[in-house]
Nanobody, 123 residues
Framework: QVQLVESGGGLVPEGGSLRLSCAGS????????IGWFRQAPGMERDLVAK????????DYSDAAKGRFTISRDNAKNVIYLQMNNLRPEDTGVYYC????????????????WGQGTSVTVSP
């Protein structure tokens, strides 16, 4: 079992930065792969970044590469998503989710989900 709570969303102008946090708990959290997903209105949840339980390796969507950084502090049980140079197309609800396997790349491969935090990037 894993419980996840996201925070850090908000309204930011194009080119700005945000850092999202995902606080985790539960007996399986420390050994889970954690992913950040974005869901735009009317769209499916897409994987933005993921991180293996020791902190490496990590993986990013093409749109996130070079702008976003995922990290985890296992001592604090927190996963971060640093988002720089934000674009209007980054707008959406961001969810963190936990998976048993690092190979998971789709939402259906992630078992536990947080409630989401909203990010809006204004042009």
């Amino acid at each position: 079992q894993v419980q996840l709570v996201e925070s850090g969303g908000g309204l930011v102008p194009e080119g700005g930065s945000l850092r999202l946090s995902c606080a985790g708990s539960g007996p399986s959290f420390a050994s889970s792969t954690i992913g950040w997903f974005r869901q735009a209105p009317g769209m499916e949840r897409d994987l933005v970044a993921k991180i293996f339980w020791p902190g490496t390796p990590t993986d990013y969507s093409d749109a996130a590469k070079g702008r976003f950084t995922i990290s985890r502090d296992n001592a604090k049980n927190v996963i971060y998503l640093q988002m720089n140079n934000l674009r209007p197309e980054d707008t959406g609800v961001y969810y963190c989710a936990a998976a048993v396997y690092y190979s998971s790349t789709q939402a259906y491969g992630f078992t536990w989900w947080g409630q989401g935090t909203s990010v809006t990037v204004s042009p």
